[in-house]
T-cell receptor, first 114, second 113 residues
């Protein structure tokens, strides 16, 4: 069963516009969510995270929104830059002692066109 | 500070063989996790080791195993390889403070023929 889902395999946006990547989850026990970015031939790199006690977390051009009632989170990138073109994974975990166990979605490939 | 390193980077094996992949975490990191990435499945959690003990385990068959050494380096082993084991295997390490982010290595690309 896929507990974390990214239903859009790909997204294409114009440079300077907003990119919105979505993620849904089914396990109500998840209490910490993360976004990772992955370039080809590299491992994923951490972007931003959010705890379930918050509904928004912002870091520069990146903002993550969490809607617990809908079990939905989204990553907003404003403004989008060509260097943001990569695969984006959302991930979730819960409880203590589970920091090393992340449940990932399938990923969304973002293409930012100049 | 050196990042997470994984060896080898690429590997080609035949069905039925076994393979061992190695991961060296960032210095000072004690938690090491392994993930399998395949097209369409995203990253799937295999297992996590902390202080030489398996702390968490994903839903993979017993053919997948791992271990961690006293210096926190970790190995994973896959026995009786199947074509479906072809994937990118990623290792990640963290300090293991609560909610620490995981740092990933570049992965080992395993191809089973």
């Amino acid at each position: 069963d896929q507990q974390v889902k990214q239903n859009s395999p790909s997204l294409s946006v114009q440079e300077g516009r907003i990119s919105i990547l979505n993620c849904d989850y089914t396990n109500s026990m998840f209490d910490y969510f993360l976004w990772y970015k992955k370039y080809p031939a590299e491992g994923p790199t951490f972007l931003i995270s959010i705890s379930s006690i918050k509904d928004k977390n912002e870091d520069g051009r990146f903002t993550v929104f969490l809607n617990k009632s809908a079990k939905h989170l989204s990553l907003h990138i404003v403004p989008s830059q060509p260097g943001d073109s990569a695969v984006y994974f959302c991930a979730a975990t819960h409880g203590s002692g589970n920091t090393g166990k992340l449940i990932f979605g399938q990923g969304t490939t973002l293409q930012v066109k100049p | 500070k050196a990042g997470v390193t994984q060896t080898p980077r690429y590997l080609i094996k035949t069905r039925g063989q076994q393979v061992t992949l190695s991961c060296s975490p960032i210095s000072g990191h004690r938690s090491v996790s392994w993930y399998q990435q395949t097209p369409g499945q995203g990253l799937q959690f295999l297992f996590e080791y902390f202080s030489e003990t398996q702390r968490n385990k994903g839903n993979f068959p017993g053919r997948f195993s791992g271990r961690q050494f006293s210096n926190s380096r970790s190995e994973m082993n896959v026995s009786t390889l199947e074509l479906g084991d072809s994937a990118l295997y990623l290792c990640a390490s963290s300090l293991d403070r609560e909610r620490d982010e995981q740092y990933f290595g570049p992965g080992t690309r395993l191809t089973v023929t």
